[in-house]
Every structure is written in C-alpha cells, then in structure tokens.
C-alpha cells in the first residue's frame, strides 16, 4: 500500500478496499467508482439517522426525567400531607398519659371521642390524598396498608381509652370501699382504758384491703379485741368487713354484760356465712380481757394465735394462746371453743393477722412468728405505741423493696396496774 493510502482514516480505507479499490494511484472504474459513492451515501444516511434517532432518544429521556420529577415532587408533597394528617390525627392521643394524675371518667370521654373524629378524618384525608386527578398511579395496596394501619392504631387506642375508663371507674369504687373501710376502723389508733392501754396498725397490699380490727367496751367494763383477715382484697372483702363490724356491733348491743368471746364469734359466722356464700371467708381472733376477773379469754377462727407476753421479775417471756377453730363463714354450725388464761399486770398481747410473719424480704424470706416473737420480747417493757412504731419499722427494713403482697394488721395492748 502506498504512503498516500495509508494516510487516509483507516475506516475510508477500509470502505475503499471493500470496493476494490486499493491503489489511489490509479483511477478506479466507473464500476467501483459507483460502489464508493454508493457506500459512502449509506455511510452518511445512516450516520444521519443514528443522530435523529440519538436526538429523539435525549428529547424522549427528558420528557421522561421531567415527568417522573414532577411526579416525584407530587409524591414529596403528598407524603408530607400525609405525615401532616397522621400527626393531626395522633395530636388526639394526647389525653392518655402517664403522668401522677390519672385521667377521670369525663376526660377519657373526651379524649374517645376526639379519637372517633380523628380517626374519620384521617381515612377522609386519606382518601382526599390519594384520589388521583392527575394521571398518577398510586399503590392501591400501600394506600390499604397505611389505612389499616392507622385505623388499627385508632382502634387499639380507644380499646386502651375503654380499659382506662372501666380501670377509673374501679378506682372510685376502690376509693369509695377505702373510705368506708376506714370508717370501720378505730378513730384512734391509740384507745386508753383505766387498765390497758391499745394500739393497732393497718397497712393494706392493695387500694382496698381485707383485714380489719375493732375494740368494744362492754358495761361491766370488760374490752374486746376483735381482728380479723378476709380472703382476698377488693371491694368484696372490703364489703365483708363490713358485715364483720355490723356483725359486732349487734352482737355487743343485744347482748350486753352477757356477751362471750364463743357467741360473738358465732353471731359473726353467720352473717359472713349468709353474705360469703362459702365464696369468702374470713379468719378471726376475738380476745376478751376481764380487769376484774383478771383473766384473758380468746376464741380464735382460724386465725393466728394471739402472742402473750409476761414481765415476771424481769424477765421477758412470749408464747401463743392457741385456741382453734374453723374460719368464718365456712360453715353455718361451727364452733369456736373458748381458751381462758390469768391476767397480770403488764402483760402485753398481740394479736395480728398473717400478714405480718408471712411478710417477705427481697429473697423471698418470710418474717416469721419467731422473729415477732423475739421482736415482742425485745419491746414488751416499752409503751404500746413504742412496740407498734418498733414491728412496724422492723417489718419496712425487713421487707426493703420487696412487694407487699399481703394486708399488714396488728393489736398491741398493755395491762396496767390490776387491783
């Protein structure tokens, strides 16, 4: 090949040679003449059409880009609409918390109905926002999966709003049953007599709970000591101890000078036997101390032995007046047989419900009859009050954090000088 061929663009050189025509030196013929012209026109004709077809391509592209980002800044502004909606819509929530203060019965109300219209005007916005004008496809099935969603959410929520209502509805009776409770206890926690001294203390585990005790003068000048524990805690047990003081009170007001530890017992059992239905029960003690007889008589239904503790020249004993018997309201004929043991001067009793040795500490130990009792012999020489402020520290620094999973109650009463 020549220089002069060489130095032509190889792709003219290549068209060339597949004419025929090697050598620029010589004419080419008519025949490959023609074949040359022929090629580069269809050289030139295609490369034309490749640049319309490159042109049409970029103009198709950015018609395209421009449409999808209109399309996509359509989308950003619905989504935010969206976003706008749900956080409207969730702006309804904002009566349930968790603050000290519980919401009452009115506001939770409120906050239902708030909810209701939320929760209609967010599927209306919904449907606003995605009714497509425009010639855009939306996902029909991400558009039902936010509606339900959301409309889950709403629902969960007023479940929530309907719980806390039932849950303020039961604290007022909760609250109601306290107060009445507390009513049925002793004005004073400390009640003086000419010849004893008594104290007690209550702390329920729960809002209403079911323990209770009472002191009643008789005329002759004897006093009961009456406690006693119900099954369970709540408005129902709360209810009971209220049969319990009533109870008492007709017993001790027919009665009179004539009344026993056994009978009082007995007259118990049946109103708690007739308003239980055997559904709840109640364990009781009732101690009698007679000044003049000088002697302590208990009567026990299947509750916790009384402790007595005795001062004899010093020396601090305790040890339990076991008396038995079946709880109240187990059975309409039970017996509560009575147990009678001297009385002298000093002496401290305690009576108290299971609460207090079944107390636990964060390991799940119990407290314990034999820790009460060296706690009792411990403060026996003490005034009633000292003895009841020492086992009720004594118990809070035993139990630490652990829950309280039982009502708390005690009696402390001293005797004084006896004639």
């Known amino acids: 090949m020549s220089t002069q061929l060489r130095s032509i663009d190889p792709l003219l050189l290549r068209q060339l040679s597949k004419v025929g025509i090697t050598d620029l030196d010589a004419l080419p013929d008519n025949e490959r003449w023609a074949k040359l012209l022929q090629r580069i026109s269809d050289y030139y004709r295609s ?33 935010n609409d969206l976003i706008n909606a749900i956080a409207d819509a969730l702006s309804a929530f904002r009566g349930i918390h968790t603050g000290e203060q519980q919401p009452d019965e009115d506001s939770l109300h409120d906050v239902t109905v708030s909810i209701t219209q939320a929760k209609s005007t967010f599927n209306a916005r919904l449907n606003d926002l995605f009714n497509v004008t425009d010639g855009t496809q939306v996902d029909s099935g991400s558009l039902s999966m936010i509606r339900q969603d959301f409309l889950s959410l709403a629902d969960g929520m007023m ?197 207090v040795t079944e107390c636990e500490s964060p390991l799940k130990e119990q407290f314990s009859e034999r820790r009460l009792r060296e706690l009792l012999i411990h403060a026996g020489r003490w005034d009633p009050s000292a003895i009841r402020d020492t086992i009720e520290h004594s118990l809070a620094q035993f139990a630490g954090d652990a829950p309280q999973i039982d009502d708390i109650t005690f009696i402390i009463a001293k005797v004084g000088m006896l004639g």
């Open 47 to 79: 490369s034309s059409e490749d640049r319309d077809l490159l042109a049409r391509t970029l103009d198709l592209s950015t018609k395209e880009m421009n449409e999808l980002n209109e399309r996509l800044h359509k989308q950003h502004h619905r989504l």
């Open 159 to 355: 479940r929530l709003i309907r719980d806390a209502s039932a849950s303020a509805s039961m604290r007022k009776e909760l609250e109601v049953a306290r107060a009445v409770q507390q009513l049925l206890l002793p004005e004073s926690e400390t009640i003086d007599r000419p010849f004893v001294r008594v104290t007690g203390h209550y702390r329920p585990a729960t809002s209403c709970g079911g323990d209770w005790w009472a002191v009643h003068d008789l005329p002759d000048g004897r006093v009961f000591l009456v406690i006693g524990d119900v099954t369970g805690h709540g408005v129902a047990s709360a209810i009971l101890t209220g049969v319990a003081k009533a109870a008492c009170d007709i017993a001790r007001n027919l009665r009179k000078n004539d009344l026993q530890c056994d009978e009082l017992l007995r007259m118990m059992n049946t109103s708690i036997y007739g308003a239980g239905k055997q559904r709840l029960m109640m364990t009781a003690s009732v101690c009698m101390i007679d000044p003049r007889a000088k002697k302590l008589t208990v009567s026990s239904a299947g509750h916790t032995f009384p402790m007595l503790i005795r001062n004899r020249g010093g020396q601090l004993t305790a040890a339990p007046i076991v008396a038995h018997g079946s709880p109240l309201g187990a059975s309409p004929d039970s017996v509560f047989p009575e147990v009678t043991v001297p009385l002298e001067s000093n002496d401290v009793l305690c009576c108290y419900t299971d609460g």
